[in-house]
């Protein structure tokens, strides 16, 4: 069956780094985008950006352009996801979720706290 | 960026009735080459990710109840349960894939 296993909670201080990962099963990896997408509490979802695991290229949101890095590594069927300079604002949980149109498979999230 | 609206913001309603949630984006999602709606929706419940009920504005997941219908094209769209259901509570979301993805601001449906 299809899967998305994402990373442990993080707690990280202003101005850190995080870099989350998203391990998939169940499908072929490269036929499918993978979307990372937050969601703060009491929030509408946000996107951050996708990668296209076939070709390791990437589209990222303005709100987040130089500050996010998506990555991925075909040969362990798993992306990442790398946010800079985190901010209390960034407080959220952070989701994978694949798609070709809608996102049909997500992960189970992962909180990231940014306190000081 | 395409901004998506949904109104309203959240309903109560009795088990069994209708539920009508409206969806409105900035611009046209409609791809003409292919005639197709670059729109889902989701339902979220507490503590967990969001769902996939249906994609191309109108075409439902597999596994999805039929009570869930959706509709529209363009720039509007709506969301319906036919016949609500306790299972049914939870917040509904459309998502644009025509550019990126964005989501709007959600539908909390109670009974």
């Known amino acids: 069956q299809v899967q998305l296993v994402q990373s442990g909670a993080e707690v990280k201080k202003p101005g850190a780094s995080v870099k989350l990962s998203c391990k998939a099963s169940?499908?072929?990896?490269?036929?499918?985008?993978i979307h990372w997408v937050r969601q703060a509490p009491g929030q509408r979802p946000v996107w951050m950006g996708w990668i296209n695991a076939a070709y390791g290229n990437t589209k990222y949101s303005q709100n987040f352009q130089g500050r996010v890095t998506i990555t991925s590594d075909t040969s362990a069927s798993t992306a990442y996801m790398e946010l800079n300079s985190l901010t209390s604002d960034d407080t959220a949980v952070y989701y994978c979720a694949r798609s070709i149109y809608g996102c049909d498979y997500w992960g189970q999230g992962t909180l990231v706290t940014v306190s000081s | 960026d395409i901004v998506m609206t949904q109104s309203p913001d959240s309903l109560a309603v009795s088990l069994g009735e209708r539920v009508t949630i409206n969806c409105k984006s900035s611009?046209?999602?409609?791809?003409?080459?292919?005639?197709?709606?670059?729109l889902a929706w989701y339902q979220q419940k507490s503590g967990q990710p969001p769902k996939l009920l249906a994609y191309w504005a109108s075409t439902r997941e597999s596994g999805v109840p039929d009570r869930f219908i959706g509709s529209g094209s363009g720039t509007d769209f709506t969301l319906t349960i036919s016949s609500l259901q306790a299972e049914d509570v939870a917040v509904y979301y459309c998502q644009q894939y025509y550019g990126g993805l964005s989501f709007g601001g959600g539908t909390k449906v109670e009974i």
């Open positions: 611009q046209s999602l409609l791809y003409s080459p292919n005639n197709k709606n670059y």
């Open positions: 169940g499908y072929t990896f490269t036929n499918y985008l």
